[in-house]
């Protein structure tokens, strides 16, 4: 997050960039220190005011390429964001969280709290708010409204129309409450290349074309959102299949749905670790694994090596 705030800034403050900030990337540092975060954006609500930090959102696109931002946005729903974000959270031991609860297929709530420790700053809780705003915006949603209540209980709009908007007196703004309405929600396309090296590693020589196709698509399916904990009739029916005839269909040629799956997902974790320097356990998240254990046992169980030692020799 903090890339992406330094990001914005060369575009709207260059000035506000310290010289060294470079040796702080967000992208390829596992951890950044709490302390250096919150010092560091409150440094910019008082620099730049509050739209600064509401407005971040926007560069997610812009930045060079992250996996955690790239998972992100190929969400299929805001529930399946909603589930990313959450699980990352835990994934990553992260003390602040966001408490989410989708009311219904247009409408959410979010709670920013700590799970030791300070609780999260306002300049924390602006940024959050319109980096979620803006991976909604990405993924799809439609005519977002987000908004924010004032001391005296009032409902303030805090984004409209495209556009960020911040009471006189931003210091009477309850910053770890917000709700957000969507009119309409339609899905970005993915363009998905299936690899037939990748096929043909998994299928037996002998397989009828037109079964070794069918799995080709259900491939497909995994590798549009491999980030995602997909269950097998949810890949079934974007494959047009009753589960019960893709269970069949895998058992035809000896294989089973979580083999797939796990083919897919160290598939994808080979491509990271090799392609980009972001941090493993960043990686092993976006592959679509439960936990780094999870993601290192089973990495090693298919390659023979650990995810570091493979990108070492990559």
Not at 72 to 99: T, Y
Request: hydrophobic residues 40%; contains cysteine.
């Amino acid at each position: 997050m903090i890339n992406l705030v330094v990001h914005r800034l060369r575009k709207t403050h260059p000035e506000l960039v310290p010289q060294d900030m470079n040796a702080v990337d967000a992208v390829r540092e596992a951890h950044v220190p709490m302390t250096f975060k919150r010092d560091f954006l409150d440094f910019i609500w008082r620099k730049t005011g509050p739209k600064m930090l509401l407005s971040v959102g926007q560069e997610i696109l812009n930045v060079s390429h992250d996996p955690i931002w790239y998972a992100a946005v190929r969400s299929g729903s805001p529930a399946m964001l909603f589930d990313k974000w959450q699980r990352f959270e835990i994934f990553g031991h992260s003390k602040n969280r966001l408490r989410i609860e989708q009311i219904d297929d247009k409408f959410a709530s979010f709670q920013r709290y700590a799970t030791d420790g300070k609780a999260p700053t306002t300049p924390e809780n602006l940024l959050i708010c319109g980096l979620i705003i803006s991976l909604m915006k990405e993924i799809g949603c439609i005519g977002l409204c987000c908004e924010m209540q004032v001391g005296n209980g009032e409902v303030f709009t805090v984004f409209e129309d495209g556009c960020f908007s911040v009471p006189e007196d931003t210091s009477s703004l309850v910053t770890s409450v917000w709700t957000i309405r969507w009119k309409s929600f339609s899905p970005r396309a993915e363009n998905v290349t299936l690899s037939a090296e990748l096929l043909d590693s998994w299928v037996p020589e002998a397989c009828d074309p037109k079964l070794k196709t069918l799995i080709g698509t259900v491939i497909l399916v995994l590798m549009s959102d491999v980030a995602r904990q997909w269950k097998v009739g949810e890949v079934a029916h974007e494959a047009c299949l009753s589960t019960r005839s893709l269970q069949r269909r895998l058992r035809g040629v000896g294989r089973s749905f979580s083999s797939l799956v796990r083919l897919v997902r160290i598939h994808e974790a080979c491509r990271l670790l090799k392609d980009c320097d972001a941090p493993v356990t960043a990686i092993g998240f976006c592959s679509g694994f439960s936990d780094s254990a999870h993601f290192s046992r089973d990495f090693r169980a298919s390659m023979g090596m650990t995810p570091s030692d493979y990108r070492a020799v990559c």
